[in-house]
C-alpha cells in the first residue's frame, strides 16, 4: 500500500511549504517509496490520524502512523532495509542530531525573519488567523512588527551558512559523496524560503548555492518542480 504523507499547504494545496515535511519528502524519494500527499493547512494539522496536538510530517504506512522527521527516517531505515539507507552507523546518527539542531536553532531563525510574511501571505484566512494567533504569543509582538524589526537580509543568511560553505568546499554534501537525512535537514530550511520567498532570497555562488541545485535536480527534479508561492 501506498504511503500516506500528511503534509503543510497553503491557500493552494500544491503550496507545501514547510522545511520538516521537505526533509520527509526528500526521504521518501531517497529510497525510492512511493507516496500519496495529503496536504492540511496549519488548522487540521493537530487532528491528523485522530491525534491531538501533532506536527507535520506525519506518514502512515499500512498500519503504522509516524510523526516527526528523524522518527520517519529510523522507521524507514528499519521498515525498508534494502533501499539506500538515511542514517548510516550510530556516530553518524548522533551527528545528524547536531546538524538538525543547528538547522532549528541557527538557520530557520534567519529564514523565518526573511519570510515571516510571504508564509503568513500564502495562507487561507482561517489559517492566518491561527497563524498570527499562535506566532504573536511566541514573538511577543505583532506579525508585521516582527517581520519589520527584527528583519534578516540574505547576507545574514550567508554569514549563518558559512561552516556549511567550507564544509561543501571539500565535499559534493553534508554527508560525503551522497546526500543523507543531515543533508536534507538543511536543505528544508532552504526550500522553505524559495517556496514561500524565491529564488532571490538564496545564496546565488558558492557551494552552499551549488549543492542546493544538486538537491533540487535529484530524484527527477521533484523539489526543483514543486509549486512556489514567489
Ligand atoms: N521536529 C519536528 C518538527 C515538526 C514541526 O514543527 N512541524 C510544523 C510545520 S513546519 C508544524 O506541524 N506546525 C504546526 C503548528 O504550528 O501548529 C520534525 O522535524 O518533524
Known amino acids: 500500500m501506498t504511503i500516506k504523507l500528511y503534509e503543510l499547504c497553503g491557500a493552494n494545496e500544491e503550496l507545501v511549504f514547510s522545511p520538516h515535511c521537505w526533509k520527509t519528502r526528500m526521504s521518501l524519494a531517497h529510497k525510492g517509496l512511493d507516496f500519496d500527499s495529503v496536504p492540511l493547512p496549519f488548522t487540521k494539522v493537530a487532528t491528523i490520524e485522530n491525534g491531538d496536538s501533532r506536527r507535520v510530517p506525519v506518514i502512515r504506512d499500512g498500519e503504522t502512523v509516524v510523526e516527526d522527521s528523524l522518527e520517519i527516517a529510523k522507521y524507514l531505515d528499519a521498515q525498508y532495509p534494502d533501499t539506500p539507507r538515511l542514517l548510516e552507523g550510530a556516530a553518524a546518527?548522533?551527528?545528524?542530531?547536531?546538524?538538525i539542531n543547528w538547522a532549528q536553532t541557527q538557520v530557520h531563525p534567519v529564514v523565518v525573519k526573511m519570510c515571516l510574511m510571504d508564509i503568513y501571505n500564502a495562507l487561507a484566512p482561517e489559517d492566518q488567523v491561527f497563524f498570527r494567533a499562535t506566532r504573536?504569543?511566541?514573538?511577543?509582538m505583532s506579525l508585521e512588527d516582527f517581520a519589520s524589526k527584527m528583519a534578516s537580509t540574505p547576507e545574514d543568511l550567508a554569514k549563518v551558512l558559512v561552516p556549511l560553505e567550507l564544509t561543501l568546499k571539500?565535499?559534493?554534501?553534508?554527508?560525503?559523496?551522497?546526500?543523507?537525512?543531515?543533508?536534507?535537514?538543511?536543505?528544508?530550511?532552504?526550500?522553505?524560503l524559495r517556496i514561500t520567498k524565491g529564488?532571490?532570497?538564496?545564496?546565488?555562488?558558492?557551494?552552499?548555492s551549488n549543492w542546493f541545485n544538486r538537491l533540487l535536480?535529484?530524484?527527477?527534479?521533484?523539489a526543483r518542480n514543486t509549486v512556489i508561492a514567489a
Do not use: S
Open 93 to 99: 546518527d548522533a551527528m545528524t542530531n547536531l546538524l
Open 136 to 140: 504573536e504569543k511566541v514573538f511577543g
Open 170 to 192: 571539500k565535499q559534493p554534501f553534508i554527508c560525503g559523496e551522497t546526500p543523507m537525512f543531515a543533508d536534507y535537514a538543511v536543505f528544508g530550511a532552504l526550500q522553505w
Open 199 to 208: 529564488d532571490t532570497a538564496l545564496p546565488k555562488e558558492g557551494e552552499v
Open 217 to 222: 535536480d535529484v530524484y527527477d527534479g521533484m
